[in-house]
């Protein structure tokens, strides 16, 4: 309470354990945090959350639903007026949990997770620069994630959850998960937009929609996207080896030119 007043803190992240890279540490009993979240709630501190069960018997690809309906419904039921992000969403259960939601949860949306389903990591031979979690899934639940990006509900704004795993990583027999979008994030999310309909609703989406759901002021400094072919690395060089930049297989139309 005292980081959130004096500015210090804007949120705080909830990790379901082995959720995610590095999340081994993360909370596995959700009673055990609900002190910490009845003050929240009470000052108005938003919780962000990696939206998955970890158990094992749940299938990876049902995580998010089940975490909706196990987790997330009765925290928000036992505190109300906690405001909640759900970030990386994936499926269309969650964007719909979200529209029909009333009160204060939003939820954010990777540029990958636009683009691809999981035909795209595991059809024809395993894609590892492709695999992320939360997993990509049907092509069903992508077209339910880019209907909600574009279509100007403020509730939804963009979560790049840009990774740089290194090759090395990402190669291993068990690698790391993540896609590195960083590169050429705006150029995709433009193109998607575009192909959508819905230019007009871009500056929304990456850059006004967050902070004013987060209560903060907007960036000031602005970008320009020009309607020019983009160019970018197939890979970023770094002293732990290179890095591959994700690859949206297809043409970009949109370049960053200020």
């Known amino acids: 309470a005292a980081a959130h007043a004096s500015g ?11 959720a995610t890279t590095n999340s081994a540490s993360g909370v596995s009993n959700f009673d055990n945090v609900a ?7 009470e000052i108005g501190l938003p919780l962000c959350t990696h939206g998955e069960v970890t158990d094992p018997e ?4 049902d995580r998010e639903a089940v975490f909706i309906d196990r987790v997330l419904d009765p925290i928000r039921t036992r505190h109300a007026g906690l405001k909640v992000v759900m970030e990386h969403i994936t499926t269309a259960d969650a964007a719909q949990y ?4 009333a009160g204060n949860l939003g939820a954010t949306i990777t540029t990958h997770h636009l683009v691809i389903n999981r035909n795209h990591i595991l059809a024809g031979g395993i894609k590892p620069h492709y695999y992320c979690l939360p997993v990509a899934k049907r092509e069903s639940h992508r077209l339910a994630l880019r209907a909600a ?9 963009l979560g790049t959850d840009s990774a740089p795993h290194t090759d090395a990583n990402k190669l291993l027999p068990c690698g790391c998960a993540g896609c590195f979008t960083a590169p050429n994030t705006m150029s995709i999310l433009a193109e998607v937009f575009e192909q959508e309909d819905a230019l007009d609703q871009l500056e929304r989406f990456t850059s006004l929609n967050g902070p004013d759901f987060y209560g903060l002021a907007p960036n000031e400094a602005t970008i320009t996207l020009t309607r020019t072919p983009a160019t970018y690395p197939d890979h970023i060089d770094t002293p732990d080896g ?4 994700f690859d949206p297989m297809m043409p970009l139309n949109w370049s960053v030119t200020d």
């Open 58 to 61: 749940i299938d990876i690809f």
């Open 98 to 101: 979200v529209t029909e939601s």
């Open 242 to 245: 290179p890095v591959t930049v």
């Open 8 to 18: 210090l803190i804007t949120a705080v992240k909830l990790y379901p354990a082995g």
């Open 35 to 41: 002190p910490v979240l009845e003050r929240m709630a």
């Open 149 to 157: 990006a574009t279509s100007g509900d403020a509730r939804f704004f």
